[in-house]
C-alpha cells in the first residue's frame, strides 16, 4: 500500500514562501521610496539626500540578502532554485547599484535602477502564485517551473 503524504508542497515549511514574498513586496516599496527620494534632492533639497542613501546601502541590501536567505529555504524545502538564482541576482544587481551611484555613474544607475524595480515585480508575481499554493492544500503543486 502506497504512503500519500499530506505534507504541503514546500515541506514542512509553507510559511517561508509568505515571508519572502512580503519581504519582496518590502523591498518594492524602499526601491520605489528610493527613486522619490531622489528625485527630492535631486529638486534642491539636500536633506533628502541621506534618506536616499541610508536607504540604499543599508536597508535595501539587507532586506536583499534576507530575501536570498529565505528563497534558498524555499528551494531548500521543495521550492524552485529559480527563485534563489534570481535573489542572488537582485543582491548582487544592489551591490553594484550602490557602486555606480558612490560613484557617480548615473548613467547606469538610474537605468540600473530600474531594472532592479522590474526584477522585484517579476520576483513578486512569481512568489505570489507560490506563496498561494504553499499555504493552499487543494493548490496541484507548489513548484513554479
Known amino acids: 500500500m502506497a504512503v500519500q503524504s499530506t505534507s504541503p508542497p514546500n515541506g514542512s515549511r509553507p510559511g517561508i514562501a509568505v515571508a519572502l514574498h512580503l ?7 524602499l526601491v520605489f521610496a528610493q527613486a522619490v527620494f531622489a528625485g527630492l534632492f535631486l529638486d ?3 536633506a533628502w539626500r541621506q534618506w536616499h542613501a541610508v ?19 524555499v528551494w531548500r524545502s521543495g521550492g524552485p532554485g529559480w527563485i534563489a ?20 555613474q548615473v548613467a547606469v544607475h538610474v537605468p540600473l535602477g530600474v531594472a532592479i524595480l522590474g526584477l522585484i515585480g517579476a520576483l513578486l ?20 517551473r
Open 23 to 29: 519581504l519582496l513586496r518590502l523591498l518594492a516599496l
Open 44 to 46: 534642491g533639497n539636500a
Open 55 to 73: 536607504n540604499g546601502m543599508l536597508l535595501i541590501p539587507l532586506l536583499a540578502l534576507l530575501a536570498v536567505a529565505l528563497a534558498v529555504l
Open 85 to 104: 538564482l534570481a535573489s542572488l541576482a537582485l543582491l548582487l544587481a544592489i551591490i553594484l547599484q550602490n557602486t555606480m551611484g558612490q560613484s557617480g
Open 125 to 144: 508575481g512569481r512568489t505570489r502564485n507560490l506563496a498561494r499554493a504553499s499555504t493552499d492544500p487543494s493548490a496541484p503543486s507548489g513548484r513554479l
